[in-house]
């Protein structure tokens, strides 16, 4: 694909515009449905016809319209991309300042009608329009940032079959439904390089993010140079942070790629990094150690000193400079309030000034803290403790405790954005945060208040994570919550999506990124060096069936593990949606559906498969391989559950009706088999459950309707809810 700089292309003015194509639907006759389409996020308009327009090593590329010098560098790492899939060596000389013709014998015709300023903006419009006819592909943009998003739809359309390299013919019209597409990757907790952010860039370029949030102050690390305060750096680091020229270089790499940097800077609290080197600014005396553990902890700047103001003036002023986007986010969150209640001048400094409490002295310092940043032109975003009817007008509230806050915030005039919800560092699966949206289709809001829900950012907290598995716990995942941020509402197929992740999963691969790549040199590791082959692929499947403890158990299973804890356990190879668990999950309901013999078929041989995977590790790997010891009783609980489903299934087959304690015992069995071990837990077991619950009732399905049948059989098996719990 020869790059051609020709404007001999004119740029046309009229756009088609079809009706948004449903997931599932034929458009036209003839035509292949949208949803087979490899494509994440979906459109927000897509007309699939017949044909294809064919790519070989003489596919030609011409641009036309604005110069930016962005359309030719990404457009030859699009090109570098498709070689690398297609295995074809597309025609180059110097790149991007080759002339291989003119656009009438181009395959694909790129138009920018405007260049973009040199670094993206919150509201720029991101919008393209993308036509594939069996002849040529036309890409046109209004904007060079337009133009980025197209290149990455127009890659992800390529596409092999036995007679080549294609692209299907389609009509696309696309525009994100929200302005705020977020990842926020923590790099306090533990340290995360340069290499990481590139490659989570890539990925976030590939699925149209546009925000990289970078949290770099916390009680376990001050992550960034200064050059005016240097100490913060040189005692709240043990030497790992980013200098400024790494930033530049952070930023200049992110705007080629049409990826805003938005920094957090935690204060008041989660401050022990800054009062390690400064406790004088500390609202109680030191001396203060950085933090090696996880949790909220009581270090926290004091508002009634007037030396916090000047330090921040400096070095707010400082990171003001270096970081050009307009937003600066200053944390704010979980502030216990233990040392401002602990200290008399502190309080006595609340009833002087008529701030009635802690929440009020937030809300002061909060002020003081706006104003410096007003004197840099930057707007404030905090998390949603930040919220008080004191809080500075034009501050934009993140929300990650609950759709709660972002209604008040909106209620109160504020810009949001969501997070909760898509904490993924909680390890849940995609379909929790796909299905999880900054204004569902029965908001409460109103149609001003949603106007004010800028979008939404996936929270990578580093607590768990190390540069080698980090990129496992954002991807693929991370796509699916891209998607709800980029495509209308009502994409909703859950199975659908899960079909395009897998896709996208190793289109994401193609830029680098190292969720699936790292976890063999890691099963190696963990299994020893005297395993087999053989051994290594009954391992890699029981880590298939496993996944990570949810929400914060992890800790309670491990709470001995602090910064320094290797992160290459069991529980560190296991991932967040396990395909094998959802993939019976699927099974069961068909079967459940009617109990016929062709679906029981699929659930009892993946029961078999279970049953002889624990049998066969317990007495090989399992009973040699020292670091696996831990994991011993979880293939215990797998043949166990895999035990009682069996049983399930033969009671149901057989017509028996069993005893009244039958079901009781049977629950309880697979109760005991969902306990987590080596903070890894068996995720079939709810699907297991329904089983048991099927076989004792199995008289009452033919008077009930499928759906009174199923919610009868989760009613019998549902388990008491619990309560609550938040915190990062």
């Not at 190696?524 to 082959?533: E, H």
């Amino acid at each position: 694909m020869p790059l051609t700089n020709s404007c001999a292309a004119s740029r046309s003015e009229s756009r088609h515009r079809f009706l948004p194509a449903l997931l599932g639907a034929l458009l036209v006759a003839g035509a292949l449905p949208a949803a087979t389409q490899p494509l994440m996020p979906l459109p927000a308009e897509i007309q699939v016809s017949t044909g294809r327009l064919e790519v070989t090593r003489d596919f030609k590329v011409a641009l036309s319209g604005a110069a930016d010098p962005r359309l030719q560098e990404n457009l030859v790492r699009l090109l570098r991309r498709a070689e690398e899939r297609t295995g074809l060596s597309f025609g180059r000389q110097h790149d991007a300042t080759y002339v291989a013709g003119t656009a009438a014998n181009a395959a694909l015709v790129v138009e920018c009608g405007a260049a973009s300023a040199a670094l993206p903006a919150l509201g720029e419009d991101e919008s393209y329009h993308l036509e594939v006819t069996p002849t040529r592909a036309v890409l046109r943009a209004p904007t060079t940032l337009g133009v980025l998003r197209g290149y990455e739809t127009f890659l992800q359309l390529l596409q092999s079959d036995a007679q080549g390299w294609f692209l299907p013919a389609a009509v696309i019209d696309d525009r994100p439904r929200f302005p705020w597409r977020g990842l926020m990757i923590d790099v306090c907790r533990h340290w995360q390089p340069m290499e990481v952010i590139k490659r989570n860039l890539d990925g976030m370029a590939l699925v149209k993010l546009n925000v990289l949030h970078l949290h770099l102050t916390e009680d376990q690390g001050f992550r960034i140079e200064s050059k005016t305060h240097p100490q913060l750096h040189q005692l709240g680091s043990d030497g790992h942070y980013f200098t400024q020229d790494q930033i530049r270089e952070i930023i200049a790499y992110a705007a080629a790629r049409g990826i805003r940097v938005v920094p957090e800077f935690d204060i008041p609290g989660h401050a022990t990094s800054w009062v390690t080197s400064h406790p004088e600014l500390g609202s109680a005396p030191g001396p203060y150690h950085i933090e090696r553990k996880w949790g909220i902890f009581d270090p926290v700047l004091d508002p009634t000193n007037e030396k916090v103001y000047r330090v921040l003036a400096d070095f707010l002023g400082e990171m003001a400079t270096l970081f050009p986007d307009p937003y600066l986010h200053i944390g704010g969150d979980e502030n216990n309030g233990v040392q401002w209640s602990a200290s008399a001048h502190i309080q006595e400094f609340i009833k002087k000034h008529d701030l009635k409490d802690n929440a009020g002295l937030h809300a002061y310092f909060n002020g003081r803290v706006n104003k410096i940043l007003q004197q840099h032109g930057k707007k404030l975003v905090g998390w949603d403790e930040i919220l008080h009817p004191d809080l500075p007008a034009g501050s934009v509230v993140h929300s990650w405790r609950g759709p709660e806050g972002l209604a008040d915030a909106t209620k109160l005039g504020f810009a949001t954005i969501l997070s909760n919800g898509y904490y993924i560092d909680l390890m849940h699966p995609a379909v929790d945060h796909y299905l999880n949206d900054p204004v569902p289709a029965d908001t409460p809001l109103s149609a001003t208040q949603q106007k004010l829900v800028l979008g939404g950012e996936a929270t990578m907290w580093a607590e768990w994570v190390t540069p080698e598995t980090i990129d496992s716990r954002i991807w693929p995942r991370t796509a699916a919550i891209a998607e709800r941020l980029w495509s209308p509402r009502d994409v909703r197929d859950v199975a659908d999506m899960y079909r395009r992740l897998a896709i996208v999963g190793q289109r994401l691969e193609e830029t680098g990124l190292q969720h699936a790549s790292y976890l063999e040199p890691a099963l190696r590791r963990l299994a020893g060096d005297s395993a087999s082959p053989g051994d290594l692929a009954l391992l890699r499947q029981f880590v298939d069936s496993v996944e990570p403890v949810k929400v914060y158990r992890r800790g309670q299973q491990q709470p001995d593990a602090n910064q320094f804890t290797p992160l290459t356990g069991l529980v560190d190879c296991a991932r967040a949606d396990s395909e094998p668990a959802r993939t019976f999950a699927a099974n069961v309901d068909a079967y459940l559906v009617d109990f016929s013999e062709e679906k029981k078929g699929a659930v009892a041989v993946q029961l078999m498969q279970w049953r002889g995977l624990s049998m066969n590790l317990s007495s090989g790997l399992f009973a040699r391989a020292p670091r696996l010891a831990e994991a011993r009783p979880v293939l215990q609980s797998l043949d166990d559950a895999a035990r009682v489903a069996g049983e399930a299934i033969g009671v149901i087959r057989s017509q028996q009706v069993p005893s009244a304690d039958w079901m009781k015992s049977q629950l309880a069995i697979l109760d005991q088999a969902a306990a987590a071990h080596a903070a890894v837990e068996l995720t079939f077991i709810p699907s297991a459950k329904l089983l048991v619950a099927a076989a004792a009732e199995q008289g009452k399905r033919a008077s009930l309707s499928p759906a009174a049948w199923r919610n009868h059989l989760e009613a019998l098996v549902a388990p008491p809810p619990a309560p609550a719990k938040s915190a990062h």
